[in-house]
C-alpha cells in the first residue's frame, strides 16, 4: 500500500534522445507526485511535479505524464543533455507522508 | 548563498557511540526534516518538526532522536549507532505544513560506523 515501485534502476541514453522512467503507487490517497534530482554529492533538488486532475505537466524538456487510473506517472526528458545525468526520484504524498522510488541512475552519453 | 547546511558532511564513529548531526536553514521554513538514504534505496523520513511539533514516523527506531531548538536548527542524535546505521542523513525544509509542499534538501552527512 505505501510502496512507490520506480524503474528502470539504471538508463544511458544518448546526447539529443529521450529518457523515460516510470513510477508505479499503490495508496490512491496520495495527491502530489513530485520529481527529485540529485547530482553525486548534492542533496535532492525538485525537478517538477504534479497532482492528479491534470494528465501532463510539461516544463521546458521535463514533462510528467499522470495515468490515474493505472496508478502510473512518468517522466519524460527530451533532447537529454550530458548535464542532465543525475539521479531521479520519484515520489508520491499526502499530507502526512511521502514515500519516493529506490531512484534511476541516468547517464546521457556525449 | 547556501539554503540548507548539514555539518559535518562525513562523520565517523564506533558501535554504540553516540553521534549528533546538525542542520540548519537560512529559508526561515516551518518544517524540518530528517531522512535516512542508504545506498540505492530510497529517502527514508525518519521525522520532521512543524515549528517545535515533532512528528515521529511510526517505524523510525528509538535509537533516533531529534531535536529542534530555535527555527533555523535542527539536529539527529543517534544514540547507539550500529552497524545498520551507516547511511546518508539528509535534512529539509519546507515553508508550510504539507509533506507535499516543495522540499528543499542539504547536500546531506554521510555516517560511517566502524
Known amino acids: 500500500q505505501q510502496q512507490v515501485k520506480q524503474s528502470p534502476q539504471s538508463l544511458i541514453v544518448q546526447k539529443g534522445g529521450i529518457s523515460i522512467i516510470n513510477c508505479a503507487y499503490e495508496n490512491t490517497a496520495f495527491d502530489y507526485f513530485p520529481w527529485y534530482q540529485q547530482f553525486p554529492g548534492k542533496g535532492p533538488a525538485l525537478l517538477i511535479a504534479?497532482?492528479?486532475?491534470?494528465s501532463e505537466k510539461k516544463e521546458g524538456r521535463f514533462t510528467i505524464s499522470f495515468n490515474k487510473s493505472a496508478k502510473q506517472f512518468s517522466l519524460h526528458i527530451m533532447d537529454s543533455q550530458p548535464g542532465d545525468s543525475a539521479t531521479y526520484f520519484c515520489?508520491?504524498?499526502?499530507?502526512?507522508?511521502?514515500?519516493f522510488g529506490k531512484g534511476t541512475r541516468l547517464h546521457i552519453l556525449p | 548563498d547556501a539554503m540548507v547546511i548539514q555539518n559535518p558532511r562525513y562523520q565517523v564513529t564506533q558501535f554504540g557511540k553516540p553521534v549528533t548531526l546538525s542542520c540548519s536553514q537560512t529559508l526561515n521554513h516551518n518544517v524540518m526534516y530528517w531522512y535516512q538514504q542508504k545506498s540505492s534505496q530510497a529517502p527514508k523520513l525518519l521525522f520532521h518538526?512543524?515549528?517545535?511539533?515533532?512528528?515521529n514516523e511510526a517505524d523510525t527506531p528509538d535509537n533516533f532522536q531529534s531535536r529542534r531548538p530555535n527555527t533555523s536548527f535542527c539536529f539527529l542524535d543517534i544514540r547507539s549507532p550500529g552497524l545498520g546505521d551507516a547511511a546518508m542523513y539528509l535534512c529539509?525544509?519546507?515553508?508550510?505544513?504539507?509533506?507535499?509542499?516543495?522540499?528543499?534538501f542539504g547536500p546531506g552527512t554521510r555516517l560511517t560506523v566502524l
Open positions: 504534479i497532482r492528479p486532475d491534470v
Open positions: 515520489a508520491a504524498s499526502r499530507a502526512d507522508k511521502i514515500i
Open positions: 529539509a525544509t519546507s515553508r508550510g505544513d504539507h509533506i507535499a509542499d516543495t522540499q528543499y
Open positions: 518538526y512543524y515549528d517545535k511539533d515533532f512528528n
